[in-house]
């Protein structure tokens, strides 16, 4: 029995290794890519690594003239900060609300909250166009922005969170003469840490790569994002494929850098996320 165990063991050991290349794969054919002249990405046979890696290809990225990758850069790092800060001040009290106060059709507005997720996005760009165009914020970052702030994703995981804090620590903090506001602030969001980051650490990826909305609302290239700037490479005359996979080498990077510093509370969180709903 301990032998047909380590054989299985072993077994799936295997398979989830191959699995685990088989899906990084494309990340490495990416940033190997980028490292070669644009005659060495598709040459035969493949070469994983190039003769000569060619660094400059990310110089040519980040200062080009017409697009500069750091601009783009800089544009979509301004709305993850900014979107992701909104986020999660409007979904933590909203969460809170729901949560952990009582008033007339709760319930229902919860479920409509929810119901709306299944909304496709695409159904939304005319009435955000026409939106935006009456606040006079059409071609602007805010066009990007303000959209963020109001994520139901976010209330939902958050108010999991607070639904399993212990309704006690509300009650006890009422008698002190402590409001709702106060007790949000100093009570129950200091016991959400982990949901906090985990709510953060999935929004900020989704301002990260926000692409439908850049591509609608925004036709000023010095308010590109980088998923508008690696757009602009695919199509580009030239089609150096090498430049492109420079520039999605770098859009990638913030993610990577964010998710491995706050991997040990995303996983937490996630975990505990579900423990009461």
């Given at each position: 029995?301990?032998?047909?165990?380590?054989?299985?063991?072993?077994?799936?050991?295997?398979?989830?290794?191959?699995?685990?290349?088989?899906?990084?794969?494309?990340?490495?054919w990416?940033?190997?890519?980028?490292?070669?002249?644009?005659?060495q990405?598709?040459?035969?046979?493949?070469?994983?690594i190039a003769?000569?890696?060619?660094f400059?290809?990310?110089?040519?990225?980040w200062?080009?003239?017409?697009?500069?990758?750091?601009?783009?850069?800089?544009?979509?790092?301004?709305?993850?900060?900014?979107?992701?800060?909104?986020?999660?001040l409007?979904?933590?009290?909203?969460?809170?609300?729901?949560?952990?106060?009582?008033?007339?059709?709760?319930?229902l507005?919860?479920?409509?909250?929810?119901?709306?997720?299944?909304?496709?996005?695409?159904?939304?760009?005319?009435?955000?166009?026409?939106?935006?165009?009456?606040?006079?914020?059409?071609?602007?970052?805010?066009?990007?922005?303000?959209?963020?702030?109001?994520?139901?994703?976010?209330?939902?995981?958050?108010?999991?969170?607070?639904?399993?804090?212990?309704?006690?620590?509300?009650?006890?903090?009422?008698?002190?003469?402590?409001?709702?506001?106060?007790?949000?602030?100093?009570?129950?969001?200091?016991l959400?840490?982990?949901?906090m980051?985990?709510?953060?650490?999935?929004?900020?990826?989704?301002?990260?790569?926000?692409?439908?909305?850049?591509?609608?609302?925004?036709?000023?290239?010095?308010?590109?994002?980088?998923?508008?700037?690696?757009?602009?490479?695919?199509?580009?005359?030239?089609?150096?494929?090498?430049?492109?996979?420079?520039a999605?080498?770098?859009?990638?990077?913030?993610?990577?850098?964010?998710?491995?510093?706050?991997?040990k509370?995303?996983?937490?969180?996630?975990?505990?996320?579900?423990?009461?709903?």
């Amino acid at each position: 029995m301990k032998k047909k165990s380590r054989a299985v063991s072993i077994l799936l050991t295997v398979i989830l290794f191959l699995l685990a290349i088989a899906f990084l794969a494309p990340l490495l054919w990416m940033v190997s890519s980028s490292l070669k002249s644009s005659m060495q990405v598709f040459e035969q046979p493949f070469r994983w690594i190039a003769d000569r890696f060619r660094f400059d290809n990310y110089l040519a990225v980040w200062m080009a003239e017409e697009i500069p990758f750091w601009r783009l850069f800089g544009n979509s790092l301004l709305i993850a900060v900014v979107g992701v800060s909104g986020q999660l001040l409007i979904g933590s009290l909203a969460a809170y609300a729901f949560a952990k106060i009582e008033f007339l059709g709760k319930n229902l507005i919860f479920m409509i909250f929810m119901v709306t997720m299944m909304i496709p996005v695409q159904t939304m760009i005319i009435p955000r166009y026409v939106l935006f165009s009456t606040l006079n914020i059409y071609n602007t970052l805010w066009c990007i922005i303000l959209p963020h702030f109001f994520n139901i994703t976010t209330i939902f995981l958050l108010r999991q969170f607070y639904m399993a804090l212990p309704d006690e620590l509300v009650d006890a903090a009422r008698v002190d003469g402590a409001g709702h506001f106060r007790i949000w602030w100093q009570v129950m969001m200091p016991l959400t840490k982990n949901g906090m980051i985990s709510a953060a650490i999935l929004a900020f990826i989704n301002c990260w790569n926000e692409y439908l909305n850049p591509l609608i609302f925004i036709s000023n290239q010095k308010l590109y994002t980088v998923s508008l700037g690696i757009r602009w490479y695919l199509h580009d005359i030239a089609q150096e494929y090498n430049l492109m996979m420079a520039a999605a080498a770098s859009a990638v990077f913030p993610i990577i850098v964010v998710y491995v510093l706050a991997q040990k509370y995303f996983e937490e969180g996630i975990a505990s996320g579900g423990v009461k709903g």
